[in-house]
């Protein structure tokens, strides 16, 4: 059982591709659930205390693995029960069941126990699950003291994240992915529904296009270091300047040698940021790292021309926030030849790009493949991605549902992609990282302005 940082991310079909891969190198579907089922029962027994455990077990593998279990528990003296949907259809969870030799009960009148390891459905689920099973599994998971999910709660979709009224109800206190992850245990609602996830490692080699977010790895300043090379970051203030001078503040607590505010009333803030009136030339200065427009920045004629004139100049690396993302035509940002990081909500980004198909994953990465740019859409879970590559953050914080958090996150994602050295998708990650690690020290009921000052400690850990 391990943590799922970094760890990459499969749908169901790309699961299945690494089994059959793992299966030609060698290895086969028996032993990768004999794998997967001591794994649950090690991690189960871990938690448990001793209590006794009612396994429910499916007619695919996910069953199959719930067998395994349930012979190695008993096997180690834990009081354990089996009850069962249906028989096994598999010839693995048939040779797994045969090695189970207590009784079965059916799902449907099945006794509760105090613990209730869910082996019900996992990545082979085809269909919403059956009145009568969704109905079995809230009896039993409201009777038990704890729900433990084998590879996902069963009757979630892995790959939409849809999750059946049974786990939402009553979500797991533990989800063990199995082999990989899945996109259900990053997004929502199924990712609410699984508790805290941990991967139980089967060995299977896994495409790493798609990761759970890790801790970045971020430039300390050296001996020779300067403002400029730490990064200098200019911002364009407008109708709000107080988003701006916020965005500024997040950029300096998250690493940046230089924050000037251009076009702003010329006060206002800490003093160690530079207040500079709005002109082209100086914004055309090449010791500017990143430029960002959009928080504060009003949606009226000369918001837009600013906006305009910053994307066809293509001098620097931008970040497109707030407003300026209403101002925009995402697929003028295609000729640009410097990076661009767009950070949209759900419904900025609905305004944008429509509703492309699939999950909030894939829709995310076509987005930045149209516009040719990075793409944070934020959420409960935020969304990095480019057109090739997904990082999935999933520590977000319900407090940072108040006013100025986004402003404080474009600032931080701006001071990242500012270094002379930053790769952007690398530096859009790390500010998303940084900004959630921030919201964790700020603690509860902060304003924006607590979790701009938050960012010292935050990058200071990092
Ligand atoms: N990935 C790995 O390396 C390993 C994964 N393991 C485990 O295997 C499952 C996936 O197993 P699979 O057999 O493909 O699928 P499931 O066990 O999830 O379920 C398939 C069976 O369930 C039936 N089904 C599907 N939806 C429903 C529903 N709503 N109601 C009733 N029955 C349903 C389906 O029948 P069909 O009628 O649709 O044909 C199948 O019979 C993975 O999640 C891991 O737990 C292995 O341990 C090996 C390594
Ligand atoms: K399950």
């Known amino acids: 059982m391990i943590a799922i940082d970094g760890q990459p991310i499969l749908t169901a079909a790309q699961m299945r591709a690494a089994e059959d891969a793992a299966i030609a190198a060698g290895s086969s579907v028996t032993a990768l659930m004999q794998r997967a089922g001591e794994g649950i029962a090690a991690a189960t027994r871990r938690l448990v205390a001793g209590a006794e455990v009612l396994i429910v077990c499916g007619p695919g593998n996910n069953g199959g693995d719930g067998y395994v279990a349930a012979t190695a528990l008993a096997g180690l003296g834990h009081p354990v029960r089996v009850a069962a949907s249906g028989p096994p259809k598999t010839d693995a969870a048939i040779a797994a069941r045969a090695g189970w030799t207590g009784p079965i009960e059916a799902l449907t009148d099945a006794t509760p126990a105090p613990i209730l390891l869910d082996c019900l459905f996992g990545t082979g689920l085809t269909r919403p699950l059956a009145p009568e099973i969704d109905a079995a599994l809230a009896r039993l998971s409201h009777a038990a003291r704890l729900v433990i999910a084998a590879d996902l709660p069963s009757g979630t979709n892995a790959d939409t994240a849809e999750a059946p009224d049974w786990a939402k109800a009553r979500p797991a206190a533990l989800t063990l992915a199995l082999g990989a992850l899945k996109p259900a245990h990053g997004l929502h609602p199924a990712a609410a529904a699984c508790g ?21 790895a971020l430039p300390q300043p050296g001996p020779a270091s300067h403002k400029y090379t730490r990064g200098m ?32 009333s010329g006060q206002g803030g800490p003093d160690a940021i530079v207040h500079r009136p709005y002109e082209p030339e100086a914004l ?24 305009q004139a910053l ?5 620097h690396r931008l970040v ?7 101002l925009l035509d995402p697929d003028a940002l295609r000729r640009r030849h410097n990076p661009v990081v767009l950070t949209p909500h759900a419904g900025e980004f609905h305004a944008l790009f429509g509703t492309p198909d699939g999950s909030l994953l894939d829709r995310a990465r076509t987005a930045a493949a149209r516009a040719g740019v990075i793409v944070v859409l934020k959420g409960p879970t935020t969304i990095v991605a480019d057109a090739a590559r997904v990082r999935i953050h999933l520590a977000g914080n319900p407090w940072l549902s108040t006013a100025g958090t ?11 992609l500012a270094h002379p050295h930053a790769d952007p998708m690398a530096a859009a990650d790390a500010g998303v990282w940084l900004h959630a690690r921030a919201a964790w020290i700020a ?17 200071a850990g990092a």
């Open 311 to 315: 994307i066809e100049a293509d001098t």
């Open 233 to 264: 970051v200019a911002i364009v203030a407008g109708a709000m300047e107080g988003a701006a001078r916020l965005a500024a503040v997040a950029a300096l607590r998250s690493g940046a040698g230089y924050v000037a505010l251009y076009g702003g």
């Open 196 to 216: 805290t996830i941990r991967l139980i490692d089967l060995g299977i080699d896994r495409p790493d296009a798609v990761t759970v977010a890790a801790r970045p």
């Open 284 to 307: 055309a200065d090449e010791r500017i790292g990143a430029i960002l427009i959009g928080p504060g920045l009003g949606r009226d004629d000369e918001a837009r021309a600013h906006l």
């Open 406 to 416: 986004g402003d404080v996150l474009a600032g931080t994602i701006a001071a990242q």
């Open 320 to 326: 497109i926030d707030g407003d300026a993302l209403h």
């Open 443 to 459: 603690g509860k009921s902060f304003i924006a302005d607590d979790l701009a000052n938050a960012l010292t400690p935050a990058r």
